[in-house]
């Protein structure tokens, strides 16, 4: 049986950078984001996104973010995998834990969740987990 953690999550950087442009394409770009989660889970993720506009208002990607921190009191570090569309002004991210990527007292973790969220400054996020 798992355990829901929920936590907010706060952009604190994003820098996306252009990537193999052409004319009458959809556009691909790269994203390095750096996000502070509160709550259920505490700590820091860097997140790595690879992203393609399929149109000006339709936004596909999928990345993994590293997270360092705690999660129910365990410190340690885990991967997510991410997969999104942005579509009519709202993200709507999955995640998994990347099955062997927990390190620390996170060894053994994994899980399922995500976010459904606009532009917000700070989003809430859920993580299903637990360990095996």
Known sequence: MSTR????CKGLSWEETPQDEMPGEPKLT?????NRYTGGWEGEGS????MV???DQTVHYTGLE?????????Q??????????FEGGLAKTTWTVVPGSGTGELSGLRGTG??????????????DY???
């Open 30 to 34: 790269t994203v390095h984001a750096r």
């Open 114 to 127: 995500g976010f459904a969220s606009g532009h917000a400054e700070e989003s809430p996020v859920t993580l």
């Open 76 to 85: 340690g570090s885990f991967v997510l995998k991410h997969d999104g569309i």
């Open 66 to 74: 590293r997270v360092s921190g705690s999660l129910a009191g365990n």
């Open 130 to 132: 637990d360990f095996i």
């Open 47 to 50: 997140l790595h996104l690879q």
């Open 53 to 55: 506009y399929v149109s």
């Open 5 to 8: 953690a929920t936590a907010s």
